[in-house]
């Protein structure tokens, strides 16, 4: 008999039938013997409903009020869910963020939780009952309802999972698991049994976004054994684990993410003397432009291309700040495309395997697909392609590493 | 400068732009130099939305997670309305009732104020800032959201009134104080600028439906001024006080209250012994049927008539009832009549003067209406009659006491 965390997302709990869906599952884990701590997210459009009533008000509304405002669209759900449950004979019983309590610093619509209190929950699941907890919220040490952000409700999960030293956190949503690629993209991309905490953190961040990226280092910081299923069909889904359990027979690349987003800009003849990278990439961060894949190669006649990525919808904003800053730093030109994507392979098992980018250039290259950027860490190679050619990129890529249905169920 | 406790309702608080609204009279006043808190309900329409969801669910919703659940509607009125205040540059808080903390006991959705903290309040106050207080609802002592039953809201205002010892309890509803009568029904019917609070019960318990009885009952208890006003016009609204502030110059009659929703049942020839009433009475409220006026006249030939109203919407069910104590008894006959209504003439000057009952018989006997029951209290006289002379006699007694508009101005 097990403790698990469950966190059931908006979509999960849309709709008065899904939220007697989801009292099902639990009843049936209950039934099972096991313990039980649900975490909900508000019912999907509550929480886009009530930042436009906000919105009417205030264009940029308080922030204090605003997690007083948006903290109600998970205490309807927790309510809900218990009646749902009480319907169907399970003691259930609600808790908000502030009656856990969750404690949070004071950063309202993005604070971080510090501390949880477990005595109360644990009383109450020693009684029989299954928990059903508010996500996404919380509460700093004046009592100030507070909010983790967009999302958070798997933090919460994680979070309630580690405080209560629970068997597993399992995450709830609209997917079956974490897929070795985007099955929109490759027909044959495969649901992965196990993926490690590290290779799932440059999964979500690179755009696979089946968890919150917070949730995912959370876990691994706690070593919280994350499982991510579907709401709406049975299966084991894929369990996120510290590297050790994964170890054996481990593949070298676990997943293809890609990034369509993207935009590349380039400041061309930079003179090679050091605070350069400082002097281009601070002004733009001071605009609030987020940048991703960075690239300087080796000088050449004492001056150096340096190139960059960011979103697309900052393209324009970059280009005017950094024709700026290139006059003043006696740089060439600038340069740009706003049609490029991101694609990237990863894996814990490259690091002990030589030829993985050897292996990814030559099946681009296969391809005629030409490689613009590339960025290399421990487990990931990136690579900017025109956005074009994505769709071929991942695909080929996907077969070359012997991912696809067929490959896995004949290795 | 003074401190006020303002109550805004539903239909004050209903839409985006009705907030702004009470943001701009809130402005207002403290702009004069007044302190105030502020008491919200939800927006008009959001409880029964919540209702509506819990009863797909539960045709019988747990009480504590109904309290979870229909608490959320005030808190989203009072982040919306600091975020309007805000907006217009005045500070303010939010405050759940549990954070203020509005301390009950645990009967969920009928939960009594045992408690206010008002600590943190009057050091928000001192401050400077508008307080916004969600309306309804409670804390009990294990943590656990209660609410006070609908209508609740005028409680919280007149108990944060007393706790914080305010100069005034101020309740903003869609008309603009308390009327002589029902202006739909007369015409010349004319705004009280005082009442009573044992008229005001009169006047709330029989059908003028602007305060709830049990924020007037509090009012009364800790003497806290309470002020009737419309959010929607200007205006000094009705003051009800104590009796001594409105001594001088006090009509006899204060108003007249009226309630269309009655049935009248009889047990006709009952044996006069004792005990008869309590056999009659306890089968029909354990029912959960509630009983109104009850007229038991003198006996004759050693039997009685026992008469009572009911709602019309019990009538069936009462009769029922009835029907089969009436063979327990040997009573002869159960006879009803589900089209009567009853009108109330109410007024603490008629404690001081003979002659009202005879004035109010006289005035109905003049335009033919009979009167079927009659019953009396200290301060009011009820009778019944045949519901399709409810208006006339409305229009008749308003007249008779010299309540007109025209009345008032001349006399």
Redesign the interface.
Known sequence: MALYVQKYGGTSVGS?ER??AVADKVQGFKQQGHDIVVVVSAMSGETNR?IG??K???SN??P???D??V??GE??T???L???L??RGVSA??Y?G??VKILTDSAHTKARIQDIEVSSMQKDLESGNVIVVAGFQGVDDQ?N?TTLGRGGSDTTGVALAAALKADECQIYTDVDGVYTTDPRVVEGARRLEQITFEEMLEMASLGSKVLQIRAVEFAGKYKVPLRVLSSFQDGPGTLITIEDDAAVEKPIISGIAFNRDEAKLTVMGVPDVPGVASRILGPVSRENIEVDVIVQNVAADNTTDFTFTVHRNDYDSAEKVLNQVAEELGAREVVGDNKIAKVSIVGVGMRSHAGVASKMFDALADENINIQMISTSEIKISVVIAEKYLELAVRALHSAFDMDVNDSVSE
Do not use: F, H, W, Y
């Open positions: 008065v939220i007697e009530l009533l906000a009417d008000i205030q509304p308080n204090r009020e605003m007083v405002l903290s109600t205490q309807v927790i309510a809900l218990c009646m749902a009480a319907e019983k609600s908000t502030s009656q009592g309802i």
